[in-house]
């Protein structure tokens, strides 16, 4: 029980800390209690963002649907797989 709490609070912080530096960057982020983050930046179409991000050899999800088009699923990961993706994103929406 102890490894299972240990994980759930890391992805937690990750998850906080990953959230507090998409609102830095002007992005609009749902509220999540859960290992991903759904986000959108005003400027940047859902579907460049993914395509942009895929293209740095990271994977978020994007949806093609009439009202979150916009939107991309971010998977909480390691802390060095979020600051690689922090970098990435910085580099997109400078």
């Not at 460049?48 to 990271?58: C, F, N, P, S």
């Not at 009439?66 to 909480?76: H, K, M, Q, S, W």
């Amino acid at each position: 029980p102890a490894y299972y709490a240990d994980c759930a609070k890391k992805v937690a912080d990750q998850r906080n800390s990953f959230y507090n530096f998409l609102l830095e960057k002007g992005f609009y982020v749902l509220n999540s209690q859960t290992n991903f983050l759904f986000a959108k930046k005003d400027g940047i179409a859902g579907e460049d963002l993914y395509r942009r991000v895929k293209e740095e050899g990271i994977l978020i999800r994007h949806f093609n649907t009439p009202g979150i088009e916009d939107f991309v699923r971010i998977t909480v990961g390691t802390k060095e797989q979020m600051e690689k993706l922090k970098k990435v994103i910085e580099k997109i929406c400078l």
